[in-house]
Nanobody
Framework: QVQLVESGGGLVQAGGSLRLSCAAS????????MGWYRQAPGNQRELVAQ???????NYADSVKGRFTISRDNAKNTVYLQMNSLKPEDTAVYYC????????WGQGTQVTVSS
């Protein structure tokens, strides 16, 4: 079973940027679609971005135009570039397959101050 480790979160002011990384313990080449999810306190986990093995991407309306997902199959890593961050982006961010079937990692906390 592949394991996922998210990193790159932190505290940033509104309007700032962060780049999240998701490192897999083995090849993600065979996983057609990978996604970044987030969960804010009191809310359900939601999908914010996804990318297919062919590079096709899709985004939640709330992050469209601000977030960019990418994947490097050679490095078994998925990235999420987050620009123009807003306080409502504050959440724990996770990566997983889409739909999610891999055990969830610990996530990485993103906190955006106003």
């Amino acid at each position: 079973q592949v394991q996922l480790v998210e990193s790159g979160g932190g505290l940033v002011q509104a309007g700032g940027s962060l780049r999240l990384s998701c490192a897999a313990s083995r090849s993600i080449f065979g996983i057609n679609t990978m996604g970044w999810y987030r969960q804010a306190p009191g809310n359900q986990r939601e999908l914010v971005a996804q990318i297919t093995s062919g590079g096709r991407t899709n985004y939640a309306d709330s992050v469209k135009g601000r977030f960019t997902i990418s994947r490097d199959n050679a490095k078994n890593t998925v990235y999420l570039q987050m620009n123009s961050l807003k306080p409502e982006d504050t959440a724990v961010y996770y990566c997983n397959a889409r739909p999610p079937y891999i055990d969830w990692g610990q996530g990485t906390q993103v906190t955006v101050s106003s």
